[in-house]
């Protein structure tokens, strides 16, 4: 009854444009709030005003930034990380269907990465997980193949930072900060493409969908925990 009310309230004129407004408003409060919610372990603040494209591109740098303590960072290959990358790059390109593209896109976009010895740099380091969690991003949209190919895109992003994490265990709190605000950052950038009719101003509906899919994607690291 009460839905049926508000919808023939806004079929009139003024008062439609008003509550039209406020719900827009309402949604875009919601945005900005999720987005402080979700990116809180890097301390991180959405600018004033409600959520938009430009705050969501604002959140995006704020996170690529929490990875600066990095920078100037070298890593060796050790035999851990030989194990663990070997193991996630089998699985990749073992995918039936999918396995060539993905060891296409390790092969062009993170093996220059690394030198001759397997050596990276920390810029490399943040450089391999944008271009790993592109690759899982775009593989979970291509069914229970494409599924796999994104676990083992995961799987190797994990073996990447078992490195940093055995070498530089100095910086695991600003790491472990920086991958749960990434983790948090994914399921807003997936809800707000669901919504770009809207402005990319997602509503509490679109957020859980994506939160429950990005929950899959991480599995058992309880990546959409909040």
């Given at each position: 009854?009460?839905?049926?009310?508000f919808?023939?309230?806004?079929?009139?004129?003024?008062?439609?444009?008003?509550?039209?407004?406020?719900?827009?408003?309402?949604?875009?409060?919601?945005?900005?709030?999720?987005?402080?919610?979700?990116?809180?372990?890097?301390?991180?603040?959405?600018?004033?005003?409600?959520?938009?494209?430009?705050?969501?591109?604002?959140?995006?740098?704020?996170?690529?930034?929490?990875?600066?303590?990095?920078?100037?960072?070298?890593?060796?290959?050790?035999?851990?990380g030989?194990?663990?990358?070997?193991?996630?790059?089998?699985?990749?390109?073992?995918v039936?269907?999918?396995g060539d593209?993905?060891?296409?896109?390790?092969?062009?976009?993170?093996?220059?990465?690394?030198?001759?010895?397997?050596?990276?740099?920390?810029?490399?380091?943040?450089?391999?997980?944008?271009?790993?969690?592109?690759?899982?991003?775009?593989?979970?949209?291509?069914g229970?193949?494409?599924?796999?190919?994104?676990?083992?895109?995961?799987?190797?992003?994990?073996?990447?930072?078992g490195?940093?994490?055995?070498?530089?265990p100095?910086v695991?709190?600003?790491?472990?900060?920086?991958?749960?605000?990434?983790?948090?950052?994914?399921p807003?950038?997936?809800?707000?493409?669901?919504?770009?009719?809207?402005?990319g101003?997602?509503?509490?509906?679109?957020?859980?969908?994506?939160?429950?899919?990005?929950?899959?994607?991480?599995?058992?690291?309880?990546?959409?925990?909040?």
């Amino acid at each position: 009854m009460a839905g049926r009310m508000f919808n023939k309230l806004e079929s009139v004129p003024v008062v439609g444009d008003m509550m039209g407004a406020r719900r827009a408003a309402s949604v875009g409060d919601y945005g900005r709030a999720q987005l402080a919610e979700n990116l809180a372990p890097i301390g991180y603040q959405p600018p004033a005003g409600p959520y938009s494209q430009d705050m969501l591109a604002h959140a995006q740098n704020a996170v690529g930034d929490s990875y600066n303590f990095l920078n100037g960072r070298n890593f060796a290959m050790d035999q851990q990380g030989v194990t663990d990358m070997g193991a996630a790059l089998d699985a990749g390109r073992t995918v039936p269907r999918l396995g060539d593209e993905f060891g296409a896109v390790v092969d062009r976009n993170v093996g220059p990465l690394f030198d001759a010895n397997g050596n990276f740099t920390g810029q490399g380091y943040q450089d391999a997980m944008q271009q790993l969690r592109s690759a899982q991003t775009s593989f979970g949209q291509d069914g229970a193949m494409g599924n796999m190919a994104a676990d083992a895109a995961s799987q190797l992003e994990d073996a990447i930072s078992g490195i940093v994490a055995r070498q530089a265990p100095d910086v695991a709190p600003q790491m472990q900060a920086a991958n749960a605000a990434y983790r948090g950052l994914v399921p807003i950038e997936n809800a707000s493409i669901s919504s770009t009719n809207n402005a990319g101003m997602f509503t509490p509906a679109q957020y859980g969908r994506a939160a429950v899919n990005n929950t899959r994607r991480f599995g058992g690291r309880g990546a959409a925990a909040r």
